[in-house]
């Protein structure tokens, strides 16, 4: 089944550690994306990717970073500088009009 | 930058009509989308407006004024199961996709 993967579904780190979230597809999607979503905030343009090995900050970028090696992955990083980590994270691939988006992941940092 | 603004909350009555709008502000504008999600489950798309008009998908309809940068999304015939958060979401320039805060709709009996 195509689709998109990520990994893992809930995720617990300390303060201080980077973290990556794991984004993988297998619909040959060019274009992927990372949201973040907080409760009553709708979902936040973290970074997206047109292509392999070139990307974009969106509105919320401060704090993350991503790498765009294979076609098929879009890992996330959340770094020790995101002040409020806590939160869902979704992952999307985009084909013309319509994005697919995966499950999610619950990242809390304690 | 892009801001898109829709209501907070609707609550309707099963088998009803409710129109769910979404203004946006934009520099870039190739379509508004609209996207269901359930509670902590993934988003899914619904429908997308390129040019302005109507376009219908079963009980869900979508509009789309370019002029007046409006949009709505129109639910027929409302079941229990269309209680969910409905985002529109502008496809923009450079491939960005930016959604706006959802909104819930709750359906009543």
């Known amino acids: 089944d195509g689709g998109i993967t990520q990994s893992p579904k809930y995720l617990f780190r300390k303060e201080g550690q980077n973290v990556t979230l794991s984004c993988e597809q297998n619909?040959?999607?060019?274009?992927m994306y990372w949201y973040r979503q907080d409760p009553g905030q709708g979902l936040r343009l973290i970074y997206y990717s047109q292509i392999v090995n070139d990307f974009q900050k969106g509105d919320i970028a401060e704090g993350y970073s991503v790498s765009r090696e294979k076609k098929e992955s879009f890992p996330l990083t959340v770094t020790s500088a995101q002040k409020n980590p806590t939160a869902f994270y979704l992952c999307a691939s985009r084909l013309g009009s319509e994005a697919f988006f995966g499950q999610g992941t619950r990242l809390t940092v304690v | 930058g892009q801001s898109l603004e829709q209501p907070s909350e609707v609550t309707a009555v099963e088998g009803a009509i409710v129109q769910i709008n979404c203004t946006y502000q934009?520099?870039?504008?190739?379509?508004l989308s609209w996207y269901q999600q359930h509670d902590g489950g993934a988003p899914t798309f619904l429908s997308y407006n390129a040019l302005d008009g109507l376009e219908e998908t079963g009980r869900f309809s979508s509009f789309l004024s370019r002029s007046d940068s409006y949009g709505y999304l129109l639910l027929q015939e409302l079941q229990m199961k269309d209680s969910a958060s409905y985002f529109c979401?502008?496809?923009?320039?450079?491939?960005?996709?930016?959604f706006g805060k959802g909104t819930s709709l709750l359906v009543t009996p």
């Open positions: 619909l040959n999607h060019d274009a």
């Open positions: 979401a502008v496809s923009g320039s450079g491939y960005a996709l930016n």
């Open positions: 934009t520099s870039g504008f190739y379509g």
